[in-house]
């Protein structure tokens, strides 16, 4: 019984661990994002292109959905870029 306990234990430990290290890593996927955002305005600014990088998190509930709205984002400015890039 008392193996069984341990098992249990080490097993919910890892669990515990696993979801810590998954909650970091999109909390990084969002940091990474915004730092995307921020700098494709940076470019495009440079380019004479005056944009709005400012992205409304304030109806996300959580990380994942802050993450697609970055990347919406993104994925309209990279839309801009391409644009104003290859028009030239």
Not at 35 to 52: H, K, P, R, Y
């Amino acid at each position: 019984m008392k193996t069984i306990n341990k098992v249990i234990l080490s097993g919910l430990s890892v669990f515990a661990l696993s979801t810590s290290a998954f909650a970091d890593n999109i909390s990084d996927d969002v940091r990474d994002a915004r730092s995307s955002v921020d700098a494709l305005g940076i470019q495009l600014e440079s380019m004479g292109v005056n944009v709005n990088t400012q992205v409304d998190t304030s109806g996300a509930l959580t990380h994942t959905q802050k993450l697609s709205l970055y990347q919406e984002k993104h994925a309209e400015l990279q839309g801009i870029f391409n644009s104003v890039h290859f028009s030239s």
